[in-house]
């Protein structure tokens, strides 16, 4: 009978304690969910992770076991469970720390090499605009226009213009313009302060739902810190005239119910050019976030951005080679500009009854633009000069929603996202005229107002079986376009309607902690101007590309990380957008393919190395061969470098980027040279006070930042020549900056 006993008791604590499970959420410091933090019980031989609200459940978990939850880029956790926590639940708060790469497990998920961007944004930090987009391996970016125009972007084979191809937002706001005055897609992001910047989500290809207009390349999404740690004031100063201050202040000292902080940035640059830049650019960002019933959270965001410049344009190469100009000088130095951009942002993120996460953000931009150019000098107007005026005024509406579910059946986890969302540009006076002297206007171009409404719905799901993950998705698009034309003597609104449903299909296979395998694919769009559309009446007015991607990521050791991609993508229209004869020349179908490479080293605990390459064929699809190159569109890119922290006092890094030569027309008869340059920088801190010093262009290298093949006519020549114009890249320059956190 004792035995039967003993046997019963044994039995009944062996059912409870695999019945039992533990619940719980896990936060930083600043109250504010951790995803993905790995949570395990050894002894149980159970695990999970935390989904987007940072929640958990564990199985198998009862009084005095013990748990260990980790994250890379936080301190990790042992905690002894108690009765109080399997019956009402466990709060854990981790405190961040220096990324180590030997903490990285590969879990499943679609987009892991994010996890490896936020170790390269924490070992070198952002401190301009410019080099935020560089964050995102395999992405180059080009200034052509005096510091105060959107940078060019290369990736994978595209010349993206502006964000023609490249899906951008912070915070659930976009940044691409549609319709834009100066090229489709326009994506400015002067307007972020770098120090602001918490996360860079990005994906490359068309394999995303939530991702819309532009997703053919890819996509990068910026999120924004909820609380600054201290407060900050930064001054730097250096070559050009070169000043950047900036302030970071928090308002609410911390609260654990409540955050709140404002920051501000100004810049001026004149620039190594022979005409002054005058370069001008003031920031301000404010965010305040509120927790309703300790777990559902409340934010607004605020920003105001301006900015002014002059540019000395792109030169044309004979203008050096003849000793008329130098690399620095210019042809029409009265090119330049002003913009601005207001925001307002409202986000919500709330637990739902069935423990179903609601996400959701309104927001609202008022902006500005105006840019003169010139481009090709006196090649159609031999008195006055070829100079454009482009520029527009507009309001931006719009909100995105989403419901992410997770569920189980059986073996297997299930993960459902339900989303939409809306968007509305209000454009007035898109305009394109010829000026003179940014003082007296020719004649109009074009003259109009755009009304552009995009109303989008997806839906994504996400299957874990076994090592296997299965991520089938499907999103709708429609679209309506309006124009009133104002140079037309009668009153007349063209508009028109379009819709795209596009599937997407993603495979991943974890082989084990340190073996990640995916296949990608998915088809994706980028819309036209709606000027073209209904002016021009465009055969394509939503064109697509088809994307695949087969590849892996692999830690062969504890301190090494590499992933590799194979990639194919083929578009159905090529877009060239002169928005500067305000026409858009269709050159058919593309297709590019190519391979990506990339390493983690952390050599040291405080010397890590990163490298990332690009090789890549773009072709024309309706050209003959030797006529089929795509203009400007990236063979071959690499960059990288070494970083080192807490050596005693010292941290910094030393960075460099090579970008090919590439051909600059369709035959490669000419040829955008390539280039190789390193930058520098080194911080030695005291206390609170920061002290550093960057190098751009150590070894003053004489390099073209954009070039482009362009015809044009100088005011004493007969006749046109069609060759390179560039903007030359900055030389060695050296800037010291001090820095009081308190």
Request: glycine residues 8%; hydrophobic residues 40%; charged residues 20%.
């Given at each position: ?11 009944t ?20 969910p ?7 019980n ?46 009402n639940?466990i ?37 301009n ?18 510091g105060g ?89 250096g ?5 950047r ?17 404002v ?47 002059d ?18 000088g ?11 951009r ?31 150019s ?7 107007d ?14 931006i ?24 969302g ?11 005229s ?24 997806f ?9 296997f ?17 104002d ?70 050791t ?27 020349e269709?050159s ?30 773009a ?24 970083s ?34 390193s ?5 030695y ?50 800037k010291?900056t ?5």
């Open positions: 009978m004792r035995q039967i006993t003993i046997l019963i008791v044994v039995l604590f062996s059912l409870q304690s695999f019945g039992q499970i533990l619940k719980g959420q896990i936060v930083d410091t600043f109250n504010e951790l995803e993905n933090v790995y949570v395990v050894d002894a149980a031989n159970t695990h999970t992770h935390t989904n987007e609200n940072g929640s958990f459940t564990i199985e198998k978990t009862t009084a005095n076991s013990t748990i260990q939850v980790s994250i890379l880029g936080f301190e990790k956790k042992t905690i002894q469970v108690t009765q109080n926590h399997v019956t639940g709060r854990i708060v981790l405190k961040t720390k220096i990324f180590q790469l030997e903490e990285l497990f590969l879990r499943k998920e679609i987009n892991a090499l994010q996890t490896l961007t936020k170790v390269d944004l924490q070992l070198n930090p952002v401190n605009s410019q080099e935020i987009l560089r964050k995102v391996p395999g992405l180059f970016i080009g200034q052509h226009a005096g125009k959107a940078e060019q972007i290369f990736l994978r084979g595209f010349d993206i213009d502006h964000g023609t191809d490249i899906t951008l937002s912070v915070d659930g706001m976009p940044i691409n313009m549609v319709s834009h005055a100066h090229g489709q897609g326009y994506s400015d992001l002067h307007f972020m302060i770098p120090e602001t910047i918490k996360n860079i989500d990005f994906g490359k290809g068309p394999y995303y739902a939530n991702q819309g207009d532009f997703n053919t390349a890819g996509y990068v999404n910026f999120s924004t810190k909820t609380a600054i740690q201290k407060n900050m004031i930064s001054v730097g100063y070559d050009f005239n070169s000043l201050t900036v302030g970071m202040f928090n308002l609410l000292n911390n609260a654990k119910s409540d955050n709140a902080y920051a501000l940035e100004y810049i001026e640059f004149d620039g190594p050019f022979v005409s002054s830049q005058n370069f001008n650019r003031l920031n301000l960002f404010a965010k305040y976030n509120t927790f309703i019933n300790g777990k559902d959270k409340l934010t607004f965001t605020a920003s105001h951005f301006t900015s002014s410049w540019a000395s344009g792109q030169i044309p190469q004979r203008a050096v080679d003849n000793g008329s100009i130098t690399r620095f210019a042809i029409d130095d009265t090119e330049g500009g002003f913009t601005s207001s925001n307002f942002n409202i986000q919500l993120q709330k637990t739902l009854a069935d423990e179903s996460i609601f996400q959701a953000n309104a927001f609202y931009s008022n902006y500005n633009f105006e840019l003169y010139n481009f090709t000098f006196f090649l159609d031999a008195v006055n000069g070829d100079q454009i005026r482009q520029f527009e005024g507009r309001n509406y719009g909100m995105n929603a989403k419901i992410i579910t997770e569920k189980e059946y059986g073996n297997v986890e299930a993960k459902f996202t339900k989303g939409f809306l968007r509305f540009d209000d454009i007035d006076d898109n305009e394109l010829k000026t003179k002297n940014r003082r007296e206007t020719l004649s109009n171009i074009q003259l109009g107002d755009v009304e552009q409404t995009n109303f989008y719905a839906f994504n799901s996400e299957f874990e079986i076994g090592k993950k299965i991520a089938p998705a499907i999103r709708l698009d429609y679209f309506k376009f309006l124009y009133n034309d140079l037309s003597t009668t009153y007349q609104t063209l508009s028109k309607t379009k819709a795209i449903v596009n599937p997407k299909l993603n495979f991943l296979y974890t082989q084990n902690d340190n073996l990640q395998w995916f296949l990608k694919s998915g088809i994706g769009f980028h819309s036209n101007d709606a000027r073209v559309v209904l002016q021009q009446n465009a055969d394509k007015v939503l064109p697509r590309a088809y994307g695949a991607d087969f590849g892996n990521i692999w830690k062969p504890k301190n090494i990380v590499l992933n590799t991609a194979v990639w194919y993508l083929f578009s159905e229209e090529e877009f060239v957008y002169v928005g500067d004869a305000g026409i858009v269709p058919g179908e593309s297709e590019r393919y190519g391979l990506d490479l990339g390493i983690r080293y952390q050599i040291t605990d405080n010397i890590y190395f990163d490298t990332d390459a690009t090789i890549t064929k072709r024309s699809l309706e050209s003959i061969s030797g006529q089929d190159y795509i203009p400007l569109a990236p063979n071959f890119t690499m960059t990288g470098g070494l080192f922290s807490n050596l005693g006092n010292f941290s910094g890094g030393l960075r460099y980027r090579y970008l090919a030569d590439r051909p600059a027309n369709e035959d490669n008869s000419i040829v955008a040279d390539g280039y190789f340059v930058d520098f920088n080194i911080n801190t005291i206390e609170d006070i920061t002290f550093g010093v960057a190098i751009e262009n150590i070894f003053d290298v004489a390099w073209n930042e954009t070039q482009f093949a362009t015809e044009s006519r100088l005011q004493n020549e007969a006749n046109s020549v069609e060759e390179i114009h560039f903007t030359p890249g900055t030389p060695f320059f050296a010291a001090i820095t009081y956190q308190f």
